[in-house]
């Protein structure tokens, strides 16, 4: 078998039997072990098996599929569904914005639809906007994304993230502070002093593989070992118990935009660092109204967390409740328009 062959087998996993409608899914993030990711991901299977999609493959994120065209163009599908997430900004030093961007005149190309989907967009250069035009749809995690987008002609709908679609479990009493990383590893390293100066939990949002599972990893690489339809389980359990945590936890300090989407999920009083892009801000600003419990990355030298701490206000209880409704009744409607 041929090189090019392998690595076709061990991405691609055509299903059985036939369907209403056949996608190919870009940029999977599940395979990076991120709690939000697995959300993301979840969420996109399910809403292509109730909308009775069949998932012909799944690309993975930091992979560029150019390369691979010639490939890829044996494989009929119906749409391409690209995973945007975080992935899609400052896109001169960005080679994945720019390959993520492109996929939409290659769909045009083949005389195929393609959604760009559960993204945050800013800082694009005049190529990457010309190709963004060519897309069927979007869907953006913010308001500051659509409006980014609007300045240079591009209609987009926002729907929050696809994270807010993750089961819940209401775990009653709450106590401790949960302080998750940031994508900024000098910011992480910070808040980890911060967790432990305030005798609190401290958590990456990425489970790491240990020396034998990356061994492990390097030894299959060749194998023909297909991305199926369905993650793979422990992905999903550690979730639940990420999630579960933060249920269970009083307060949340976080760097993280998934901590921030999945702290509003399960209603935890949070203060979140501003990030690589406006996601944070703009995602609290829609939920909230405001950015009252952003702070800059400057202020956190000297930061007093447990002086910080503020539990929700009935406004802000109120607010982020009608705005998690509103985004998950758009995002199902999102999903059915494209599966129509």
């Given at each position: 078998?041929?090189?090019?062959?392998?690595?076709?087998?061990?991405?691609?996993?055509?299903?059985?039997?036939?369907?209403?409608?056949?996608?190919?899914?870009?940029?999977?993030?599940?395979?990076?072990?991120?709690?939000?990711?697995?959300?993301?991901?979840?969420?996109?299977?399910?809403?292509?098996?109730?909308?009775?999609?069949?998932?012909?493959?799944?690309?993975?994120?930091?992979?560029?599929?150019?390369?691979?065209?010639a490939i890829l163009d044996q494989?009929?599908?119906?749409?391409?569904?690209?995973?945007?997430?975080?992935?899609?900004?400052?896109?001169?030093?960005?080679?994945?914005?720019?390959s993520l961007c492109a996929l939409?005149?290659?769909?045009?190309?083949?005389?195929?639809?393609?959604?760009?989907?559960?993204?945050?967009?800013?800082?694009?250069?005049?190529?990457?906007?010309?190709?963004?035009?060519?897309?069927?749809?979007?869907?953006?995690?913010?308001?500051?994304?659509?409006?980014?987008?609007?300045?240079?002609?591009?209609?987009?709908?926002?729907?929050?993230?696809?994270?807010?679609?993750?089961?819940?479990?209401?775990?009653?009493?709450?106590?401790?502070?949960?302080?998750?990383?940031?994508?900024?590893?000098?910011?992480?390293?910070?808040?980890?002093?911060?967790?432990?100066?305030?005798?609190?939990?401290?958590?990456?949002?990425?489970?790491?593989?240990?020396?034998?599972?990356?061994?492990?990893?390097?030894?299959?690489?060749?194998?023909?070992?297909?991305?199926?339809?369905?993650?793979?389980?422990?992905?999903?359990?550690?979730?639940?118990q990420f999630t579960n945590m933060?249920?269970?936890?009083?307060?949340?300090?976080?760097?993280?935009?998934?901590?921030?989407?999945?702290?509003?999920?399960?209603?935890?009083?949070?203060?979140?660092?501003?990030?690589?892009?406006?996601?944070?801000?703009?995602?609290?600003?829609?939920?909230?109204?405001?950015?009252?419990?952003?702070?800059?990355?400057?202020?956190?030298?000297?930061?007093?967390?447990?002086?910080?701490?503020?539990?929700?206000?009935?406004?802000?209880?109120?607010?982020?409740?009608?705005?998690?409704?509103?985004?998950?009744?758009?995002?199902?409607?999102?999903?059915?328009?494209?599966?129509?």
């Open positions: 078998m041929a090189v090019g062959d392998q690595r076709r087998r061990r991405i691609f996993n055509p299903a059985d039997g036939v369907m209403a409608m056949r996608v190919a899914i870009f940029n999977d993030t599940s395979v990076t072990n991120h709690f939000g990711c697995t959300a993301v991901m979840s969420a996109i299977i399910e809403a292509c098996a109730q909308n009775n999609v069949e998932i012909a493959y799944r690309w993975p994120v930091g992979e560029d599929w150019q390369p691979f065209k494989y009929k599908v119906d749409a391409f569904i690209v995973n945007g997430e975080g992935s899609i900004h400052h896109s001169i030093d960005r080679p994945r914005a720019r939409g005149p290659y769909a045009e190309s083949k005389g195929i639809p393609a959604y760009l989907i559960n993204a945050s967009v800013e800082a694009l250069e005049n190529a990457e906007l010309e190709n963004l035009k060519t897309f069927t749809a979007i869907s953006v995690r913010e308001s500051l994304s659509q409006q980014y987008l609007a300045h240079h002609g591009i209609a987009s709908e926002v729907a929050g993230d696809l994270s807010f679609s993750t089961a819940i479990s209401d775990n009653g009493k709450r106590s401790g502070i949960l302080v998750t990383d940031s994508v900024l590893r000098p910011v992480s390293t910070v808040l980890e002093k911060i967790a432990r100066r305030s005798n609190a939990k401290y958590m990456s949002m990425r489970t790491r593989h240990t020396v034998l599972q990356r061994l492990m990893k390097k030894l299959s690489a060749d194998e023909e070992r297909p991305i199926t339809s369905e993650l793979d389980p422990k992905l999903r359990e550690r979730l639940t933060l249920s269970k936890s009083e307060f949340l300090l976080t760097g993280r935009f998934h901590s921030v989407c999945l702290g509003l999920l399960t209603h935890t009083p949070m203060i979140a660092v501003n990030s690589n892009t406006h996601k944070i801000s703009g995602i609290l600003n829609d939920a909230l109204g405001n950015t009252h419990r952003v702070v800059d990355t400057q202020s956190l030298d000297d930061f007093d967390l447990k002086a910080q701490m503020q539990p929700w206000t009935d406004v802000e209880r109120s607010a982020s409740m009608d705005y998690l409704k509103k985004m998950q009744v758009t995002q199902a409607e999102f999903f059915t328009r494209i599966f129509a």
